[in-house]
């Protein structure tokens, strides 16, 4: 019996770190939900293009639909193109933080809309990471499309 007594008590200090862990955790989360919106109304109020350029990060990567993935900033605000009328809108819908607190992640749901018409809609995912100090960017942008 006493042989397990070292055993609990570690059990217990454990419980105890990974709850601690993730009280800290959740002001992060909340911050990084609040990002994700700021960057949902920044392309709402102006356009895509200039909302991912305000939010990647510069070593960026975008999977899109079809094709293969864009790697790197550049390449990724070019990918948006300058299709007149072209709005992407989307819901954040929550948001997990790493305790590290250097990494996150936030899911939604999204529109594509042309000239007001919807012309897909689904869900997506996106990786976040924040230097020290920093501000929070997105690493990795991944949407999966509603079957029409």
Same mark, same amino acid.
């Given at each position: 019996?006493? !042989? &397990?007594?070292?055993?609990?008590?570690?059990?217990?200090?454990? *419980?105890?770190?990974?709850?601690?862990?993730?009280?800290?955790?959740?002001?992060?989360?909340?911050?990084?939900?609040?990002?994700?919106? *700021? &960057? =949902?109304?920044?392309?709402? +109020?102006?356009?895509?293009?200039?909302? &991912?350029?305000?939010?990647? =990060?510069?070593?960026?990567?975008?999977?899109?639909? *079809?094709?293969?993935?864009?790697?790197? $900033?550049? +390449?990724?605000? @070019?990918? $948006?193109?300058?299709?007149? #009328? &072209?709005?992407?809108?989307?819901?954040?819908?929550? *948001?997990?933080? @790493?305790?590290?607190?250097?990494?996150?992640?936030?899911?939604?749901?999204?529109?594509?809309?042309?000239?007001?018409?919807?012309?897909?809609?689904?869900?997506?995912?996106?990786?976040?990471? !924040?230097?020290?100090?920093?501000?929070?960017?997105? !690493?990795?942008?991944? #949407?999966?499309?509603?079957?029409?």
């Amino acid at each position: 019996m006493t !042989r &397990f007594i070292p055993i609990a008590l570690l059990l217990l200090i454990t *419980a105890c770190e990974v709850a601690i862990e993730h009280q800290d955790a959740q002001p992060l989360a909340d911050e990084l939900l609040a990002a994700d919106k *700021a &960057f =949902a109304d920044l392309s709402q +109020r102006t356009d895509p293009k200039q909302a &991912f350029a305000a939010y990647l =990060a510069p070593n960026a990567i975008m999977i899109p639909r *079809a094709g293969d993935p864009i790697t790197g $900033f550049d +390449r990724a605000i @070019a990918s $948006f193109g300058d299709t007149p #009328g &072209f709005e992407l809108l989307w819901q954040p819908q929550q *948001a997990e933080v @790493a305790s590290s607190g250097d990494m996150g992640w936030t899911w939604g749901r999204y529109q594509v809309l042309v000239d007001g018409t919807q012309v897909s809609n689904g869900k997506y995912v996106n990786i976040w990471v !924040r230097p020290e100090g920093g501000e929070w960017k997105v !690493r990795l942008d991944m #949407g999966n499309q509603e079957p029409e």
